[in-house]
């Protein structure tokens, strides 16, 4: 089994290497880290081949960079071929509005994480994972999107379009890559615990912990479900957000609470 993992160093991607290491684990596993805390990541592949007698590449990147992404790739596939799976997992959520002057960098660093993110992660190994579909290789590209892209959520205006556009992207490839033999898996989580929740101050429900999370969504990945809602309570919420018609949408959703605003570097 041989993975690429971006947004490795934390939190969903961090977990979901985890997850492949101890579901996989042999000397024919490789797992690439990708994030830009090369500590994190160190540490993460010495803990990994430490206790699974597995592989690590550790990739320390900015997903903005699409030239160290095709580097990254060049390198893991000279290396051990193409990978099996690719993961884009790198992502970050702030609050904005739109009527504050300096929340405009902050919707810029947003988009540019984790929708361009996402094409500059998967770009450079669609040609090898081709090559790889025709003998017969597994090839699947899965990208980590949200719940929070299936409507405009108040004071998340960059984290919601984000996701609406990441959600809309993996859907385009997913039918491009059908004569590539190439699966894409779109997964929508609900609030799973990471440091990127842990600074929400509001209830969250069905929050569910990262590795159970991870469990699942490699199970999805495995039965190459093409869009799936972890957990799956949340996917019940989403199909509602779905139905709702704008005008009682303003109505539910005005009191909502407000995901803190943060610097995104
Ligand atoms: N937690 C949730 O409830 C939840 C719900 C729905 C969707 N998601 C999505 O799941 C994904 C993972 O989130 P998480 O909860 O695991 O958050 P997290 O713990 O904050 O992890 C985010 C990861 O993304 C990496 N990252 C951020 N910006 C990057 C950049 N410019 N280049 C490379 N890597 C970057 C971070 O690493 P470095 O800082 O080291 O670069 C970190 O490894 C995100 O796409 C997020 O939107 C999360």
């Not at 090369?38 to 007698?53: D, G, M, P």
């Not at 090898?128 to 405009?152: C, N, P, Y």
């Not at 491009?176 to 600074?199: F, K, S, W």
């Amino acid at each position: 089994m041989k993975v690429f993992i971006t947004g490795a160093s934390s939190g969903i991607g961090e977990a979901l290497a985890y997850e492949y290491a101890k579901r996989y684990q042999n000397e024919n596993t490789i797992i690439g880290l990708a994030a830009r805390r090369s500590e994190h990541l160190q540490l993460l592949q010495q803990t990994l081949e430490a206790c699974y007698n597995i592989k690590c590449a550790i990739y320390p990147l900015d997903v903005r960079d699409s030239a160290v992404l095709v580097a990254a790739a060049n390198e893991f596939i000279q290396q051990y071929g193409a990978p099996n799976i690719v993961i884009g997992s790198a992502g970050v959520s702030s609050g904005t509005l739109t009527e504050y002057a300096e929340d405009t960098n902050a919707f810029q660093a947003v988009m540019d994480i984790n929708v361009t993110g996402l094409v500059n992660t998967f770009q450079p190994f669609i040609n090898a994972m081709r090559l790889a579909a025709q003998r017969g290789e597994t090839a699947q590209l899965v990208g980590i999107a949200s719940v929070a892209g299936i409507r405009g959520l108040p004071g998340a205006g960059a984290y919601s379009a984000s996701k609406a556009a990441a959600i809309a992207y993996l859907e385009s490839l997913r039918v491009e890559m059908l004569h590539h033999n190439i699966a894409i898996t779109t997964i929508a989580p609900g609030y799973i615990r990471t440091p990127m929740t842990d600074i929400n101050t509001y209830k969250m429900p069905f929050l569910m912990d990262a590795d159970i999370a991870a469990h699942k969504f490699v199970n999805a990945i495995e039965r190459k479900k093409r869009f799936v809602v972890i957990p799956w309570q949340m996917g019940w919420v989403a199909r509602l957000m779905r139905l709702i018609p704008p005008v009682l949408w303003d109505f539910l959703a005005k009191n909502a609470p407000h995901k803190p605003r943060i610097d995104v570097q």
